[in-house]
């Protein structure tokens, strides 16, 4: 059974970084594409980060992109570095794989970056 469990989120003020993590069990995360999404209050969920198999690269959102790092280990961790944080990056992030035909999400983590 596959399961992503989120943590590292909270409150920051806007220009503040955080690093999030998601551990995974059933799974090894350098075989497969991970990603990050977000979704704020009233919102679509929305991509943000995704990490590809092996050594073939990140792809990130637009909104994002200069300011997150994706990262992995070996087996079942994946990360999210987060910096420069905007009060418009205030939303739940979840980890997410697409594993078997299912796409399977953690319980995601708050992250809320106001003065």
């Known amino acids: 059974q596959v399961q992503l469990v989120e943590s590292g989120g909270g409150s920051v003020q806007p220009g503040g970084s955080l690093r999030l993590s998601c551990a995974t069990s059933g799974i090894v995360v350098s075989s497969l594409h991970m990603s990050w999404f977000r979704q704020s209050p009233g919102k679509e969920r929305e991509f943000v980060a995704r990490i590809r198999p092996g050594g073939s690269g990140t792809d990130y959102a637009d909104s994002v992109k200069g300011r997150f790092t994706i990262s992995r280990d070996v087996t079942r961790m994946v990360y999210l570095q987060m910096n420069s944080l905007k009060p418009e990056d205030t939303a739940i992030y979840y980890c997410?794989?697409?594993?078997?035909?299912?796409?399977?999400w953690g319980q995601g983590t708050q992250v809320t970056v106001s003065s």
């Open positions: 997410s794989v697409f594993y078997r035909g299912n796409q399977i």
